[in-house]
């Protein structure tokens, strides 16, 4: 399974490229939006989104992925810091199919959510 | 009566008197010259008569008229002499006769005379001549016993002509004298009075100047003096009045210097328009704030000058003047408004109008005042960023330890020893904590900025409480304690509240939680009351209750008894004071409802029900707030500029 993890903290996709590896899973890693947008083409099966990024933040990029009728079947979930409920809804709203706040989960949980998610992929 | 008019009467009867007085006078002296004329007459005739018996014949029927001389009858010039027979027929006239005619007439005349006379005395009549057409004064006598008749006569005018002449002199002089009186008199008169009124009017002319200190007076009474006492008397209330309103201007002059005085030290901008909206005041820490420091201000429209606007889009809001100006009202906008001043400076300010009213509430302006609060809101955004980074870098490690402590309790390092794996779990405690911390500490300063964001919704409290009673009943299981639940809530049956479903939620964790942690033994009773406005939950602990000392600032940020909270359980202390910000922000309350120490204590907090005012009010605010942070998050600095780059 191809994940495009897009995260600017270096250390929490240092995290989650640890938990990723254990579970044999390709991590391809953007550090804001606009590189998220263009390692597209890599065709990830799954983006896992961070929100608050320099650049390009979470809110826009998803916003144009889904306009890229290309790339908009790929399904995204959001990871960050953001808990409210109105950024969970606008996430949803703008297309992802969930939505994990960092300090509450664990990498555990969100591999464990992924393959609930993706119950065939490898 | 007053005295002219006396006097004119006085005047009248004295005319009148003078006027009989002299008409008697001359009727007198009228008869007595008469008199006089006929006994002159008399003589004459007498003496004539003597004469001319001799002269008669006939047996006194004919006269010797060729014998008739006038110089021996020594007639006078300006007598007439006229001798009758006894048969009454003229014989003899000294006057000259012009033709038959007056002949006739005079013989017709004497004979119807004659038949009233005496013919044989003397007597006086007054008879018409026929022959001098004058009006005569005459005398008869008999001559002797002849029957002869023999008139004296003489013209009436001649004889009266002097008295006649006098007389009309002296009436003449009687009616210049009274035609001068007339004219003199009123003239006087007027000019007395006219004298009067000028000396008055003098007197008012100084008024006029200003001179207010003499008085007024006139010697005259009647209208005039009451007219000078009229005149006094305003004069007096002149006086009294210039003196007031001299007063009262010099105290508004010396007000006024110190109302300046005190605008010009104002540091709010503060701008007076009249009805029109053209400026009547602008200080100096208007200028300063505008921009307009040195330009002409006054008589201008504001708008020409100032605009205020929103925040958002810089649209025109002029709404809270215009209410201040027309509906009397006192208007403020602390949030949002603009101002543009001098070459479309942008400064954002708070600003708030209110209206101008006369003693009788009558609106003839208002006042504009406003606040450069540019530092402020740049003191409010460098808050947010602070929150926002604060938030994201602070929370951050902790979940990166969290999640490496996972991975290594689940095995993804290896087997790990019973004691490792009891450290990794204090460990995980530890950060779940801290980031209870951080979260708490974040959530009471964004509070306070009020930059959360509610989703004020109407929502079934019974719902929101149950979820959270599923979660938690199992903590209050494990120690024992039982939870009673109103029978309303479980039954769905309170009204709609309108409140963000996940902050109502905190709001209860926050005192079940706290009931739980403080219970040892006994129950916990969630109740409902329903009032006009309000929904009110009720948390009923059967715990050691809260000593009258902590009480009063139960519900403060780090109060005391937070404190206490922290040392038992490794609370924050902050639960409280965060329920009851976010309850009032929503339009509801949070409080102790009823302590005893020893027995236990029952927290409450309110919601409002949907449509109450509160609610109302609530939404209103937080949509205003609400609509603010979206635009400004469009016109900020993107979130990450200050973090370091990533180690790659």
Known sequence: MRILLVEDDAMVSKLYQSKFDLERFETIIASNGQEALDKLPSNPDLILLDLMMPVMDGFEFLEKVKKDPKYAKIPVIVLSILGQEADIKKAQKLGAIDYFVKEEVTPGQVVERIRQHFPQKP | ?648
Not at chain 2, 73 to 98: E, H, M, Y
Not at chain 2, 545 to 556: A, D, H, N, S, V
Request: hydrophobic residues 40%; contains cysteine.
């Open chain 2, 1 to 648: 009566m007053k005295t002219r008019y006396k006097l004119f009467l006085v005047y009248l009867a004295a005319v009148a008197l003078l006027l009989i007085l002299l008409s008697l006078t001359y009727h007198r002296w009228f008869e007595a010259q008469k008199q006089t004329i006929f006994e002159t007459n008399a003589q004459v005739a007498k003496s004539t008569a003597k004469t001319i018996e001799p002269m008669l014949l006939d047996n006194y029927q004919s006269v010797n008229l060729p014998g008739f001389d006038l110089a021996t009858l020594d007639l006078p010039a300006d007598r007439s002499l006229f001798l009758f027979n006894p048969q009454g027929s003229l014989v003899f006239t000294s006057k000259k006769i012009a033709n038959s005619t007056q002949y006739e007439n005079f013989n017709q005349q004497f004979k119807s005379i004659r038949g009233n006379l005496n013919l044989k005395t003397f007597q006086s009549l007054e008879f018409f001549d026929p022959f001098s057409q004058k009006p005569q004064l005459a005398t008869l006598a008999p001559v002797g016993n002849t029957g002869w008749l023999v008139i004296i006569s003489v013209d009436k005018s001649l004889a009266l002509g002097p008295i006649y002449q006098l007389l009309r002199w002296q009436i003449s002089l009687i009616i210049i004298l009274v035609i001068i009186i007339t004219i003199v008199v009123p003239f006087l008169f007027n000019r007395w009075i006219l004298l009067r009124i000028h000396l008055l009017t003098l007197q008012t002319q100084k008024i006029t100047k200003g001179e207010l200190d003499n008085p007024i007076t006139s010697t005259s009474r009647g209208e005039i003096g009451s007219l000078a006492e009229n005149l006094e008397t305003m004069r007096r209330e002149l006086k009294k009045r210039i003196t007031q309103l001299v007063k009262a201007k010099n105290e508004a002059e010396t007000i006024s210097q110190k109302d300046e005085a005190i605008l010009a030290s104002i540091g709010d901008g503060v701008c007076a328009i009249d009805t029109k909206g053209k400026v009547i005041l602008f200080n100096d820490a208007a200028r300063e704030i505008t921009g307009f420091v040195n330009e002409r201000v006054i008589g201008i429209r504001f708008q020409d000058i100032i605009q205020f606007g929103f925040e958002e889009d810089l649209t025109p809001n002029n709404q809270f003047i215009q209410k201040a100006l027309k509906d009397g009202e006192n208007t403020k906008m602390t949030n949002h408004t603009v101002l543009i001043g001098k070459n479309v400076r942008v400064i954002p300010v708070e600003a708030g109008a209110a209206p101008i009213k006369t003693k009788s509430s009558q609106i003839i302006g208002a006042i504009i005042v406003f606040r450069d609060v540019s530092h402020e809101r740049q003191l409010e955004n460098i808050k947010e960023d602070f929150f926002r980074i604060s938030s994201h870098e602070l929370k951050t490690p902790m979940s990166i330890i969290n999640g490496y402590v996972d991975m290594i309790l689940r095995g993804d390092a290896g087997k790990i020893s019973r004691k490792t794996r009891e450290y990794l779990q204090e460990i995980t405690q530890v950060v779940k904590r801290q980031l209870a911390l951080v979260n708490d500490l974040l959530s009471v300063s964004r509070f306070e900025s009020a930059r959360i964001a509610f989703n004020l919704q109407p929502i079934q409290l019974a719902d929101e409480i149950k979820k959270v009673l599923e979660e938690m009943t199992p903590q209050a299981k494990e120690k024992g304690l039982k939870i009673n639940v109103d029978r309303r809530i479980l039954a769905n049956q309170l009204p709609k509240v309108q409140a963000d479903p996940q902050e109502a939620r905190l709001m209860f964790v926050n005192f079940l939680g706290n009931a739980i942690k403080f219970t040892e033994k006994g129950k916990i009773d969630v109740g409902a009351k329903v009032e006009k406005d309000r929904v009110i939950i009720l948390v009923s602990d059967t715990g050691p209750g809260i000593e009258e000392e902590y009480r009063r600032t139960l519900f403060r940020r780090f109060s005391q008894f937070g404190a206490v909270l922290k040392r038992k359980s490794g609370g924050t202390g902050l639960g409280l004071f965060i329920t009851k910000f976010v309850a009032q922000r929503m339009g509801g309350d949070a409080w102790l409802e009823s302590s005893k120490a020893g027995y236990g204590s029952t927290f409450a907090f309110s919601l409002p029900i949907v449509g109450s005012k509160d609610a109302q009010t609530a939404k209103a605010q937080l949509v205003q707030e609400k609509k603010a942070r979206d635009e400004l998050e469009k016109i900020r600095v993107k979130p990450g500029s200050f973090r370091s780059p990533p180690i790659v």
